[in-house]
């Protein structure tokens, strides 16, 4: 069992920074890719970032490449979506989750957190 609890989310004026955290649980968490997705207003969950289980393979969603990086360290079992270059677009609900398999964008992944907000003000 694997859990997972975001962190992070807030208020930024465009074109400002934030860093969300993903926080997990559970003895086998290391061997979980993750992924970060959003939902945002009256839209269908994306896809946004994911990492493999090593960190050593990751993935960004064209909409946030170059602006986004998603990073984990294992020693703390945590990843981190640093993101940059906000627009108000980007408002949006953020998830992180988890699965056994490598990365990919498809939202098949086992166990989800509760998301944490984040707005971007223009």
Same mark, same amino acid.
């Given at each position: 069992? $694997?859990?997972?609890?975001?962190?992070? +989310? /807030?208020?930024?004026?465009?074109?400002? !920074?934030?860093?969300?955290?993903?926080?997990? %649980?559970?003895?086998?968490?290391?061997?979980?890719?993750?992924?970060?997705?959003?939902q945002?207003?009256?839209?269908?969950?994306?896809? $946004?970032a994911?990492?493999?289980f090593? +960190? /050593?393979s990751?993935?960004?969603?064209? !909409?946030?490449?170059?602006?986004?990086?998603? %990073?984990?360290?294992?020693?703390?079992?945590?990843?981190?979506?640093?993101?940059?270059?906000?627009?108000?677009?980007?408002?949006?609900?953020?998830?992180?989750?988890?699965?056994?398999? /490598?990365?990919?964008?498809?939202?098949?992944?086992?166990?989800?957190?509760?998301?944490?907000?984040?707005?971007?003000?223009?």
């Open positions: 069992q $694997v859990q997972l609890v975001e962190s992070g +989310g /807030g208020l930024v004026r465009a074109g400002g !920074s934030l860093r969300l955290s993903c926080a997990g %649980s559970g003895r086998t968490f290391n061997n979980y890719a993750v992924g970060w997705f959003r945002g207003p009256g839209k269908e969950r994306e896809f $946004v994911s990492i493999s090593t +960190g /050593g990751a993935l960004h969603a064209d !909409s946030v490449k170059g602006r986004f990086t998603i %990073s984990r360290d294992n020693a703390v079992k945590t990843v981190y979506l640093q993101m940059n270059s906000l627009k108000p677009e980007d408002t949006a609900v953020y998830y992180c989750a988890a699965r056994l398999f /490598g990365v990919g964008a498809h939202p098949d992944y086992d166990y989800w957190g509760q998301g944490t907000q984040v707005t971007v003000s223009s």
